[in-house]
Each structure stands twice: as C-alpha cells, then as structure tokens.
C-alpha cells in the first residue's frame, strides 16, 4: 500500500436495505417518486407501546442473503448490514479474486447508534426466565456495536483497517471521513455504511425517553420537518453500505467511480441543545466546504437532517443560509427521510446513496407529506425536481448533539487537482 496524500476517494458501489425497498433500483425508484411507506409498528411485542408509527423493513427474509452460521450469530443489524454490504460489493465488482492476494487492501467502516437490542433482550429474558445456562455464547458479541463490522470484515475476509463510530446519528456521515482518511493513508478500498434496527420492544422502550419521538398513530401526520405541524420524529430501520475506493485503484479494475467524497466536517452542541445546533452545523457545513475546495454556490442540492422538532428544523434552516448565504435561500433542499423514518446512524448514509443516485439521474427527489414549509428555505414538496446535481451537501444531528455534513461531487464534476 502507498501512503501518498492525493490519493481520492470515490464511491463505487450502493447496497441499500431499507424500509422503501432492498436495492438500489428499488429504492431509488420509490425515492423519487415520494412514495411514504410509513406504517403502524408491526413488530412482535411492540403493538402496546406508544410508539405507534414507524419505518419497517418488511418482506425481507434474511435467512435468503446471509448464511445461517452468521445469523445465528448476530442481531437484525447486522443482518441488515451484511445484506447490504453484498449488494454494494456487487454493485462495485469488488469479488475476492480482486483482494485475495491483498486482503490488508480492504477495510470496514460502520456507524452504530444502539447496537443489538432484539438479540440482547432475547438473551436477557432467557437468563431471567431460565436461568444463565440457557444464555447463548453469541451473546457477548451480537449485540455491541462493533458487531456490523466484525462480521462484515470476517465473512468478506477483509483485514484492511477496520473501525466503528459511535458517534450518534451523525455517525454515519462521519464513517465516511474515516474510510477516506483510510484511502488517504493508503488502503484501497473500504466498505462504508451503517444500517440500523431499533424496532423491538426493548429497543423501542428505551427510545421513549426521547423528547423528539413522535408519537402520533397517522402515519400521513407523524412526520412533517420544517412544517407547522412538525410533532417530532418517526425511527425506522434498515441502512445502506457503500464501497469507496482509491480512484486509481479502481480505474486499475476497470470500474468508473460513481462520485467523489469531497469534504467532511463535524461539531458537538449537546444533547438536544437544538438552538446551539444552529451554530455547530453550520461549521460543519464551512468545514465541509473548505475541505472539498467547494464555494457555497456550487451546491446544488442540500440533503437535509430535517429531525422535524420546530426548535431544531428553525436551526437547521438558519444553518443553511448562515454557512451558505443567500444561495441557502435559493438551493434545493429536500429530506426524503420523511418517507421512511429515521434510521438512527443508517439515515444519513441513506441520504448520502441518495445523493449519488440523484445526482446519476439529475433529480431531485421530493419530502414525502411535507407541504406548507414555514422557513426560509427552498423545500422540495410534492413530486421530483428535474435539475443538473454536481455537487450534494448532506446534513445529519443526533439526539445527543453531534452534527456533521458531507460534501459529495458527482462523477461527471471531478475535484481540482490540489496536490
């Protein structure tokens, strides 16, 4: 591996597993068309519990994408994540044929928010109703957050650098600065997401404690960022992984990148310190910029967090135009979260498969059951906006006060050269 410092990073290939579809022609197909699959929780266990909407990953049988040693093994996170990282890995052409020979070449970056929380529940119910003999060894292992990347970088026999952020929600937009800082410093290629499964009774009660959850039962109600009618958050499931490589390295296999990973930045405000907020995403977005070499004018679509607490959606807007100026104003801006729900640290990794996928098509897709915007800012309601996309700011929070935004180029607006 060479350590030189101009080595690019660009996303090569797409796996998604989410609540609007498993694939990428799926899901960009629901994306764009707004559909909202937001829907009654219809998870075992959680039918009395306050949470009464959310986005699930339905129809999807994991026993049909992942080999039953690894799932005996591990939680629906990982299963999600694994299933997911297959589908990036095929969309990339990244076989083992490619790094058997250099296995240290790959490496494996995963956000997480929660962890494992069906598979421990159902462990910790076993110890207390059974006793600590009726525990099973996978216990110590499937429900930490590392879990995702382990099994990936096992089952893909990936030895290249290997890491997790559990940095809250915004996580998943700063794995991707890992993976590039990993390209940075000379490995190759580097499988990069998150995927996420918040939906089961232990997991949705701890959710409870969030002030932001929203707990309306009309799932064309329940979301609604930057509205009058904003009443909070709805979770989902589900994710994406993405394969970044080195851009020469690709091109040495034959693969044309599909984007740039152009610039990151990140801040922490504090627990739902959403006024704050204002301020520290905002220097994430300079940041961001400065690092991609990017002027504020040159965005062309922002993807935004959109937590859907007034307080917070009002921050986030001021964000925008405070690092954009008066391009924030005029800058589409859209969240087509609002269709599936928040899936903890795989939402922004969403957003960022989006991005590309937008940018591919010269779309902008819609916010689902957002109409009436009451901020200053140029929400995409309704139906796709058709527009040219070279470049795509996304915006992720968390609950517990991290904010980040990445800057992707599309394939077709390579960055200068500033080595």
């Not at 960009?28 to 039918?47: H, N």
């Not at 940018?359 to 800012?377: A, S």
């Amino acid at each position: 591996m060479s350590t030189r410092s101009d080595r690019r990073t660009v996303v090569t290939g797409i796996g998604v597993i989410a609540p609007n579809g498993v694939g990428t022609d799926v899901f960009w197909k629901a994306t764009q068309e707004g559909i909202s699959v937001l829907d009654r929780v219809t998870r075992e266990g959680c039918g009395d519990l306050p949470l009464r909407v959310a986005g699930e990953v339905r129809g999807l049988d994991p026993a049909t994408m992942v080999e039953g040693r690894y799932l005996v093994q591990t939680d629906r996170f990982t299963h999600f994540a694994m299933a997911a990282a297959d589908l990036a890995l095929e969309d990339a052409r990244l076989g083992r044929a490619d790094y058997e020979d250099e296995p240290y070449d790959v490496g494996v970056v995963t956000a997480a928010g929660s962890g494992g929380g069906e598979f421990g529940q159902r462990e910790l119910q076993r110890l207390w109703g059974q006793g600590s003999r009726y525990v099973g060894p996978y216990q110590s292992i499937a429900w930490f957050y590392a879990a995702s990347t382990g099994q990936i970088s096992i089952r893909g026999g990936f030895k290249g650098p290997c890491g997790v952020v559990a940095s809250d929600e915004a996580g998943g937009l700063d794995a991707f600065a890992h993976a590039a800082g990993a390209v940075a410093r000379g490995t190759n290629a580097v499988v990069v997401g998150s995927a996420e499964a918040p939906l089961a009774p232990y997991s949705v009660v701890c959710q409870l404690g969030y002030q932001d959850l929203s707990t309306s039962d009309d799932p064309a109600r329940a979301y609604r960022p930057f509205t009058s009618e904003a009443c909070g958050f709805v979770p989902a499931e589900g994710g994406a992984m993405l394969v970044v490589e080195e851009e020469s390295a690709a091109l040495r296999r034959g693969v044309q990148p599909r984007a740039y990973v152009a610039g990151h930045g990140a801040t922490f405000t504090g627990p739902s310190r959403w006024k704050e907020s204002r301020e520290g995403l905002a220097m994430s977005i300079r940041g961001a910029l400065e690092q991609a070499g990017c002027a504020p004018e040159e965005i062309d679509v922002v993807f935004a967090d959109a937590l859907g607490v007034p307080e917070a959606d009002r921050a986030e807007a001021l964000a925008i135009s405070d690092a954009l100026g008066a391009h924030g104003r005029r800058v589409p801006v859209t969240a087509p979260k609002t269709g599936i729900g928040r899936a903890y640290c795989g939402g922004p990794v969403l957003d960022v498969a989006t991005a590309v996928l937008a940018m591919e098509h010269g779309v902008v897709p819609p916010t689902p059951g957002v109409f009436d915007v009451c901020h200053d800012i140029d929400v995409v309601t309704g139906k796709a906006r058709k527009a040219p996309l070279r470049t795509a700011l996304v915006l992720s929070r968390g609950l517990m006060g991290s904010n980040a935004a990445l800057v992707v180029r599309g394939a077709a607006d390579r960055p200068r050269d500033n080595s």
